[in-house]
């Protein structure tokens, strides 16, 4: 496997700028100061609809901006984990596994009894849904993937990485609405997993971003469900309902016991095609 390698320049200020922690505090710090007021700036000025989908856009779009500067400048690398070349068919990659990994969600929830629908909304804007979603896919993977899973993993590995980073992501979504210890465990076991093993499959952050947006897509603007605690109006007037292990409750089928299984297997089937490209990456101590 191709191991990117930063450069390293002589001298003691380079070395503590090139330590794990420092990078990742230097990248996640620019991209909270400059991304994240976006949206604070947004909810104070209780932006809705299209504006505040737009900002949130905004955002991702800072942050990656933000994460280009920071690898040429500081990491002093070609961009390999955003490549243009492969931009659109790893985008759509993702976007079909989160695509059918949320239907099938929802589908055995439906014929468990756990969702209905009510009738359809004419009036919804889908396309105002998608770049909501698209925006929070770009602000979080580059943030979480492409910052803190990968520079850790340079240093620990693999494993190591993917269940440091995934309880990380579940706590982050802590201070959601309607969240419990039981919706950090679920986020940190679905999604935190879930994303970062497929970006160790692809080595790219573009099927990350794409799987991120189907799925938040898909749940809120198709299903109508909550996203992550957060109230949704979708295509569908869809309502969960029975005990909240099965539906996932108010914080939404992010911590439904099939969502969690369901993404749990394409977790280790992303993780056996990793293994098989060489991709899996041992702790710095362990190799040559």
């Not at 901006?65 to 759509?92: C, H």
């Amino acid at each position: 496997m191709n191991v990117v390698r930063v450069e390293r320049r002589p001298g003691k200020l380079w070395a503590v700028l090139q330590f794990p922690l420092t990078r990742i505090l230097i990248a996640f710090g620019a991209i909270a100061l400059v991304a994240f007021p976006v949206l604070a700036g947004a909810s104070a000025a209780h932006l809705h609809g299209l504006a505040f989908a737009a900002a949130h856009l905004l955002s991702g779009l800072l942050a990656w901006g933000i994460y280009l500067a920071y690898v040429r400048l500081l990491e002093r690398r070609k961009l390999v984990e955003f490549p243009s070349g492969t931009m659109l068919p790893q985008l759509l990659q993702g976007f079909a596994v989160g695509l059918a990994l949320y239907c099938a969600t929802v589908g055995i929830l439906w014929l468990s009894g756990a969702y209905r629908v009510d009738g359809i909304n004419p009036e919804h804007a889908v396309w105002v849904v998608f770049i909501n979603a698209l925006g929070a896919a770009l602000l979080e993977e580059i943030a979480v993937r492409g910052v803190l899973f990968r520079i850790m993993e340079e240093g620990l590995g693999t494993w190591i990485a993917l269940a440091i980073s995934a309880a990380i992501f579940g706590l982050l979504h802590a201070m959601n609405p309607g969240a419990s210890w039981i919706s950090v465990a679920g986020i940190a076991l679905e999604a935190g997993l879930l994303l970062a093993a497929a970006y160790v499959y692809a080595r790219q952050l573009w099927i990350c971003i794409g799987l991120h947006c189907a799925w938040n897509f898909t749940e809120g603007g198709v299903f109508g469900a909550n996203v992550s605690g957060a109230k949704s109006h979708g295509l569908l007037l869809g309502e969960l309902q029975g005990p909240d292990w099965l539906s996932g409750g108010r914080f939404g089928t992010e911590t439904s016991l099939v969502a969690v299984l369901l993404c749990l297997t394409a977790t280790v089937g992303f993780l056996l095609l990793a293994r098989r490209r060489g991709h899996i990456m041992a702790p710095s101590w362990k190799r040559s």
